[in-house]
Nanobody, 124 residues
């Protein structure tokens, strides 16, 4: 059974930073691309960032480019999202997801396993 568990969400003021983590079952992590998505109330789930199985390729949504950094530690089966200079528009539930292939994509339908999500709230 594939399990993805996010952590690190919370309440932060505008301009602040948070680091999200996603821990995965070891057998389900190292050979697969991983992604972060988010969903705000009343909105569809949207792509945030993705990283290839070997951490050589990354992709970011335009809205987070230059502020967020995705990374992974395959030895620890952990995915990270460093979020800097946060704004209220970043408020959402953040999900990590595993893609069943090594290459990166930005569509939710390309990902087959999802975590339960972690809430990020940015106050103005």
């Amino acid at each position: 059974q594939v399990q993805l568990v996010e952590s690190g969400g919370g309440l932060v003021q505008t301009g602040g930073s948070l680091r999200l983590s996603c821990t995965a079952s070891r057998r389900t992590f190292s050979g697969y691309a991983m992604g972060w998505f988010r969903q705000a109330p009343g909105k569809e789930r949207e792509f945030v960032a993705a990283i290839s199985s070997l951490p050589g390729s990354t992709l970011y949504a335009d809205s987070v480019k230059g502020r967020f950094t995705i990374s992974r530690d395959n030895a620890k089966s952990t995915l990270y999202l460093q979020m800097n200079n946060l704004t209220p528009e970043d408020t959402a539930v953040y999900y990590c997801a595993r893609r069943g292939y090594s290459g990166i994509r930005d569509q939710p339908r390309e990902y087959d396993y999802w975590g339960q999500g972690t809430q990020v709230t940015v106050s103005s």
